[in-house]
């Protein structure tokens, strides 16, 4: 079960630096999650000013 990013991403990059495994990307409005890559480390969800990054 991947992490997912929610609608209050106000896409400030943090969370794409912090990811070990280059999962986020900047989508259209906000950022997003590759499910196949992420490996649920939470450090997005530690990261984000927002708490958008959710399990
Ligand atoms: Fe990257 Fe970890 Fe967030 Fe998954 S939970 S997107 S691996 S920082
Ligand atoms: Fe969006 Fe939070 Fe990532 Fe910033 S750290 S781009 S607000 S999910």
Same mark, same amino acid.
């Given at each position: 079960m991947a992490y997912t990013i929610s609608d209050d991403c106000i896409a400030c990059g943090a969370c794409a630096d912090g990811c070990p495994v280059n999962a986020i990307s900047e989508g259209d409005g906000k950022y997003v999650i590759d499910a196949d890559a $992420?490996?649920? $480390?939470g450090a997005c969800a530690g990261t984000c000013p927002v708490g958008a990054p959710q399990a």
């Amino acid at each position: 079960m991947a992490y997912t990013i929610s609608d209050d991403c106000i896409a400030c990059g943090a969370c794409a630096d912090g990811c070990p495994v280059n999962a986020i990307s900047e989508g259209d409005g906000k950022y997003v999650i590759d499910a196949d890559a $992420c490996i649920d $480390c939470g450090a997005c969800a530690g990261t984000c000013p927002v708490g958008a990054p959710q399990a």
